[in-house]
């Protein structure tokens, strides 16, 4: 099983047009590594003693193209700010049994208050294999992603058409939340409107 434990340093794009960067990363030559589904779940106590701290703990469940499922506990840091970009400390681990490890969570009361899911492409860049360039689809909208070192970052975005002044370092929920506000919505989860589906009727 897989274990990481790191200093991220990341940033978040609003897309304008999601064919127009897909043309623009071709053009690069970006490799492709895989797209998969992610269902992401925040835990916290009932008085949110973690939010306080600028601390988070999420299970994350993907599922590629073959369906195949992996599940990640991550934990993470108070985040800070270096100058535009996003730094927080970060643990993950991959979990075999993530309902277990729900019921561990609930043992130590932490209950889920927030549930997200997208769609995520990782690219790589050449020549900038220190940074990773992941596209996120959402309810939301459309962003990229990009995490590595500062300079990384920078060579990046400008090669996808992005200035310092457009880096977000908003996390989902923040911009869920931002996203109701403007919207005038009641916030609830991020997730993709489902449509029910037709059956045949039967003569």
Same mark, same amino acid.
């Given at each position: 099983? $897989?274990?990481?434990?790191h !200093?991220?340093?990341?940033v978040k794009? +609003?897309?304008?047009?999601l064919?127009a960067?897909r043309?623009? @990363? *071709?053009?690069?030559?970006? +490799?492709?590594?895989g797209?998969?589904?992610? %269902?992401?779940t @925040?835990?916290?106590?009932?008085? *949110?003693?973690?939010? /306080?701290?600028? #601390?988070?703990v999420?299970?994350?469940i993907?599922?590629?193209?073959?369906? !195949? +499922?992996r599940?990640l506990l991550?934990? =993470?840091?108070?985040?800070?700010?270096?100058?535009?970009? =996003?730094v927080?400390? #970060? %643990?993950?681990q991959?979990?075999?049994?993530?309902?277990l490890? *729900?019921?561990?969570?609930?043992? @130590?009361?932490l209950?889920?208050? &927030?549930?997200?899911? =997208?769609?995520?492409?990782? &690219?790589?860049?050449?020549? @900038?294999?220190?940074?990773?360039?992941e596209?996120?689809?959402?309810p939301?909208?459309?962003?990229?992603?990009l995490e590595?070192?500062?300079?990384?970052?920078? !060579?990046?975005?400008e090669r996808l058409g992005?200035?310092r002044s #457009?880096?977000? $370092?908003?996390s989902?929920?923040e911009?869920y939340l931002?996203?109701?506000r403007? $919207?005038r919505?009641?916030?609830?989860?991020?997730? %993709?409107? /489902?449509?029910?589906?037709?059956? +045949?009727s039967?003569?």
């Amino acid at each position: 099983m $897989r274990t990481e434990h790191h !200093r991220e340093t990341e940033v978040k794009l +609003r897309i304008a047009s999601l064919p127009a960067l897909r043309r623009r @990363l *071709r053009a690069l030559g970006a +490799r492709p590594e895989g797209r998969v589904h992610e %269902f992401n779940t @925040l835990f916290d106590t009932p008085d *949110r003693v973690l939010a /306080r701290r600028g #601390e988070l703990v999420r299970l994350r469940i993907t599922t590629d193209s073959r369906r !195949r +499922r992996r599940a990640l506990l991550t934990f =993470k840091g108070p985040g800070g700010a270096r100058g535009p970009y =996003k730094v927080r400390e #970060e %643990f993950e681990q991959e979990v075999v049994d993530p309902e277990l490890f *729900r019921s561990a969570l609930a043992a @130590l009361r932490l209950q889920p208050f &927030f549930q997200y899911e =997208k769609f995520r492409t990782t &690219f790589r860049l050449p020549n @900038l294999s220190d940074v990773l360039v992941e596209v996120d689809e959402t309810p939301i909208g459309n962003f990229i992603e990009l995490e590595g070192t500062p300079a990384a970052i920078d !060579r990046a975005a400008e090669r996808l058409g992005y200035s310092r002044s #457009e880096y977000l $370092r908003e996390s989902y929920l923040e911009l869920y939340l931002e996203d109701c506000r403007q $919207r005038r919505r009641a916030p609830s989860d991020m997730l %993709f409107v /489902r449509r029910p589906s037709r059956r +045949r009727s039967r003569r």
